[in-house]
């Protein structure tokens, strides 16, 4: 596991380039993602040639994220991890807590700037704070020779944790970033080239040899399979929306859906202009719609095709921005509106400050796509955005109080059509179909 001491430390950076140089060593990698993220999971797999999957232990529960773990892990040669946040941050689902759960040693980034011999002090308290075994350590962003000898100096009072690397400050290997974090790999930020500079970077500045050597580690007893959905989707074609707008759904709930036996038909609400033929059940992810609005408004096709599917009972699930897709329109970070599918009567607003976010729970008050009535299910918010007020005759399908973060949120349906905000965690569980 690649970890950290906080959040901006340079985990990212340095697990995609980890990944880069094992895999010019010819050895195969399989990247995970801790927590609830969409987008680190896709640049591992644009770095990879694997597909990514998250862990997360409240979402999920431990025997879930060691089935998938041992299961995904069975024809690599290597694994790494991405962390989330600080090592012990977010409490059950946190890096720490996956790495408990494995027994994943762990890599531990320290940003050193701004300090010298203490860096060695943070890295004992992360040594000793817990039950996670801290291997080795990488220091970023070190700026000279002697910066370097006097964290080295330091690190003398250190046992047990070997010193893998510096990292200089070097803004050539930076990924761009944006209102909810980096570019997604479907906007295709990496090239080959990006990949190559970020794979020497890392070779230069970290002893790859002696990292993997340190590592002793075998993969548990998975306990079983991964869980399978006990509803059957046989012969039901499903129309994922995915391009540069709608890109944020986690691997295994796809995977879930063609174990039940559906057919994934993926879409571009952007540049297509109607849905696929013979769907059963169209699926709106989140995304950056609020980026693309004026190319999603100007499909007039695309947004009458789902308009028309939706109002005439068909079994639609949106959430995050496939659900701002279907209400009447968006008004940008500038203010400026654009119409949408206009299947939920409200609007969806841009706000520059108000990020809401954190893990939500929800019971569902009858069956639906996601479930039957009774059913607790598990998910988290991350957003810049509001809706105006839904009017009372709209169904509440499911409400949510914040388990972590801030703000609260329901889930709507009209017809058989459901939106929310709310990113469910639907790996395992997949949908209830008719």
């Known amino acids: 596991m690649i ?150 100096e330091g690190m003398k009072r250190v046992e047990g944790v070997e010193i893998l690397g510096f990292l200089p400050a070097d803004e050539s290997v930076a990924i761009p970033h944006r209102h909810l974090g980096l570019h997604t790999a ?31 580690y075998e993969v548990p007893e998975a306990g079983g399979p991964v869980r ?37 038909v993926f879409f571009s609400p952007l540049s297509d202009e109607a849905l696929p033929e013979g769907v059963g059940v169209l699926c709106l992810g989140g995304g950056y719609p609020e980026l693309h609005a004026g190319s999603l408004s100007e499909n007039v096709q695309m947004r009458e095709s789902v308009r028309r599917w939706c109002l005439s009972g068909g079994y639609t699930y949106a959430e995050c921005g496939g659900f701002m897709y279907l209400t009447e329109g968006i008004h940008d970070f500038d203010g400026v509106f654009y119409p949408m599918a206009g299947v939920f009567p409200t609007r969806a607003s841009m706000r520059r400050k108000g990020l809401r976010l954190g893990y939500r729970e929800v019971s569902l008050s009858s069956d639906c796509l996601v479930g039957r009535k009774g059913d607790r299910v598990r998910g988290h918010e991350f957003h810049y955005s509001d809706i105006d007020p839904m009017p009372g005759h709209v169904e509440r399908i499911y409400s949510a109080s914040p388990v972590q973060g801030t703000g609260t949120s329901c889930g709507y349906r009209h017809l058989n059509t459901i939106g929310s905000y709310i990113h469910l965690y639907l790996g395992g569980r997949g949908f209830i179909h008719g």
């Not at 930020?189 to 340190?214: H, M, Q």
């Not at 989707?233 to 174990?259: M, N, P, Q």
């Open 228 to 264: 399978g959905a006990t509803e059957r989707l046989d012969g039901v074609r499903i129309a994922v929306a995915r391009d540069r707008a709608f890109s944020f759904y986690y691997v295994d709930f796809l995977e879930t859906l063609k174990a039940q036996g559906a057919e994934l």
């Open 3 to 152: 970890g950290a001491a906080h959040s901006g430390a340079g985990k990212t950076t340095v697990s995609m380039g980890v990944m880069a140089a094992l895999r010019r060593r010819g050895l195969s990698v399989q990247p995970f993602k801790v927590g609830p993220d969409f987008i680190d999971p896709g640049l591992h797999g644009l770095v990879c040639g694997a597909e990514s999957y998250n862990l997360d232990i409240w979402m999920t529960g431990g025997d879930y994220v060691r089935r998938l773990f041992v299961e995904k892990c069975t024809d690599a040669d290597v694994a790494v991890v991405e962390g989330v946040m600080g090592l012990y941050d977010g409490g059950v689902g946190s890096s720490a807590s996956v790495s408990e759960l494995l027994g994943l040693p762990v890599v531990l980034i320290v940003d050193a700037r701004s300090m010298a011999e203490s860096a060695a002090a943070v890295v004992k308290g992360f040594r000793d704070y817990g039950g996670v075994r801290v291997s080795g350590v990488i220091f970023n962003r070190v700026s000279s020779r002697r910066h370097r000898d006097m964290i080295s």
């Open 186 to 216: 479907d906007e295709a930020p990496l090239r080959e080239a990006d990949v190559e500079r970020l794979a020497g970077f890392i070779e230069k500045n970290v002893d790859i040899e002696r990292l993997v050597g340190a590592i002793d």
